[in-house]
């Protein structure tokens, strides 16, 4: 996590950021991982979503829906955390409990599957 820390309030690429967050990721050796990308809706949302994708997303994430890997997206004015959003993407992302694997399976929590 020091890794994360050293980039907290200084001014960084939008890709380094997301390299930073995959690597400590990789580190925890998690058998599954989901994603989550909360933006202001301005003009650079597309640019931190891009490089979210580019450099998290697509070498971490399962793919999930329709052979894509996907993170939960929410932009909104501020980019203020939505309160239920991460139930929401999880009840959206995540694997179904149906899925062949005894890790997700041991790791799951209780929640409600759409």
Not at 39 to 53: H, I, L, M, R, V
Not at 79 to 91: I, P, R, S
Request: net charge neutral; hydrophobic share 40%; glycine share 6%.
């Amino acid at each position: 996590m020091d890794s994360l820390y050293r980039i907290i309030g200084s001014e960084r690429s939008l890709h380094e950021v997301a390299r930073t967050i995959r690597g400590e990721v990789q580190s925890l050796r998690a058998p599954v991982v989901g994603a989550a990308l909360l933006t202001c809706s301005d003009e650079s949302e597309t640019e931190c979503a891009d490089a979210f994708q580019r450099d998290l997303v697509n070498p971490l994430l399962p793919s999930l829906k329709f052979s894509k890997k996907a993170a939960f997206r929410t932009a909104n004015l501020g980019g203020q955390y939505e309160w239920g959003a991460m139930a929401l993407a999880e009840q959206h992302f995540a694997i179904p409990p149906s899925a062949d694997s005894t890790v997700y399976s041991k790791a799951r929590t209780a929640s409600t599957w759409a």
